[in-house]
C-alpha cells in the first residue's frame, strides 16, 4: 500500500516538460508553423462541411456560394478581425509607439473576440451582396467555428503560448519564458479551452443543428452562449497577459470581452424564440450531371 501512495505522490511531481517545435516545417527561412495550419485547416475543413451539406439542400446555400463565403471573406474576416482585435484589445501601446507592428502578423498575435467580429462584418458583407440573411449565415458559422477554434488552441499549446496559472494538479505543465528558463508547474489552459470552445461546443452545435437551423438565430445563440461560458470558466485557469494583468473585480480582458459576446446570444435567442419560421428558404440541392433534380418527378 505504501509503494502505490509513493509512486502516486512521485507522479504529481514528475510534471511533463513542454518541448514541441511549434514549426512543422522549417527549411532555411522558410517556415510553416502548426499555428498557421490550424487556422488553414479550420476553414477548409468549414469550407468541405458546408460544401457537403449545400449539395444535399440543407443550408440554404449552393455549393459555389459556399466556396465564396469561405474564400475571400470568412478567410479576411479572421485574419484582418484577429489581428485588429490583438493590436486592439491587447497590443494598442505597441501599436502606436511602432505602426508597422499591426503588420507583423508573423510574429503572432491574434484575438480570438476579434476574430468573430471580423467574421460577422465578412458575412454581413457576403450576405448583402447575395441577398442571404445575416442570421443565417451566422448560424452556419457557428455551425462550424468550433472545429477552427478547436485547432488553434492545440496549436497554442504547440506553441507554449498562452498558457495557465500556476498549479500542482498531476496534470500541470512546465512551460519555458521567451528567455529559455522553466515556468513553474502551470494549468495546460490551451487544452481546456480547446476541448470547452472547441470540440464540445461543435458536438453540440452537430447534435442539434438540425433541429436549430429552421429557427433562425438559434445556432448563433447556442454558439456566442456556449463559446462565453467556455471562455469565462477557462480564463479562471489562464494566466492574464503580463502587461494587462486583471481588471475590474479580478476579471481578465478576455472575460470583460466574452461578456459582450454573450450579451449578443442573449438577443439571438431572443429573437429565435419569436420567430416561427426561417428567414431564408433552402435551395434544392444540385444533381450530379446527366441526373434529374428529383427523381420522384422524372418524366412528368
Known amino acids: 500500500m505504501m509503494d502505490v501512495l509513493s509512486l502516486l505522490a512521485q507522479a504529481t511531481q514528475d510534471y511533463y516538460v ?146 495557465g496559472r500556476a498549479t500542482e494538479v498531476p496534470w500541470a505543465v512546465i512551460f519555458h519564458h521567451p528567455d529559455g528558463t522553466p515556468t513553474e508547474p502551470r494549468h495546460p489552459s490551451q487544452i481546456y479551452e480547446a476541448f470547452g470552445e472547441g470540440l464540445l461546443l461543435w458536438i453540440l452545435a452537430l447534435l442539434l443543428w438540425r433541429r436549430l437551423l429552421p429557427r433562425t438565430g438559434s445556432l448563433a445563440a447556442l454558439f456566442a452562449l456556449g463559446y462565453s461560458a467556455a471562455r469565462i470558466v477557462c480564463e479562471q485557469f489562464r494566466e492574464p497577459d503580463a502587461h494587462i494583468g486583471f481588471q475590474i473585480l479580478g476579471t481578465t480582458r478576455g472575460q470583460l470581452l466574452t461578456l459582450g459576446l454573450a450579451a449578443f446570444g442573449f438577443y439571438f435567442l431572443w429573437t429565435a424564440l419569436r420567430r416561427s419560421g426561417p428567414t431564408w428558404t433552402p435551395v434544392e440541392p444540385t444533381p450530379p450531371a446527366g441526373e434529374p433534380a428529383d427523381s420522384s418527378k422524372a418524366g412528368s
Open 18 to 163: 513542454h518541448d514541441l517545435d511549434p514549426n512543422l516545417v522549417e527549411l532555411g527561412p522558410l517556415k510553416i508553423r502548426y499555428y498557421s495550419l490550424g487556422y488553414l485547416l479550420g476553414l477548409l475543413w468549414a469550407w468541405k462541411f458546408l460544401a457537403v451539406q449545400a449539395r444535399k439542400g440543407r443550408i440554404g446555400l449552393t455549393d459555389e456560394q459556399v466556396g465564396d463565403l469561405i474564400m475571400p471573406y470568412t478567410l479576411l474576416g479572421v485574419l484582418v478581425g484577429g489581428r485588429l482585435g490583438y493590436v486592439l484589445f491587447y497590443g494598442l501601446d505597441e501599436a502606436l509607439a511602432n505602426p508597422l507592428y499591426v503588420f507583423k502578423i508573423w510574429e503572432g498575435g491574434m484575438a480570438s473576440h476579434g476574430g468573430i467580429l471580423g467574421v460577422v462584418i465578412a458575412l454581413w458583407l457576403f450576405g448583402r451582396k447575395r441577398g442571404i440573411p445575416l442570421l443565417h449565415l451566422l448560424d452556419l458559422g457557428a455551425l462550424t467555428a468550433p472545429v477552427g477554434i478547436f485547432l488553434v488552441r492545440i496549436t497554442n499549446f504547440i506553441n507554449g503560448e498562452l498558457w
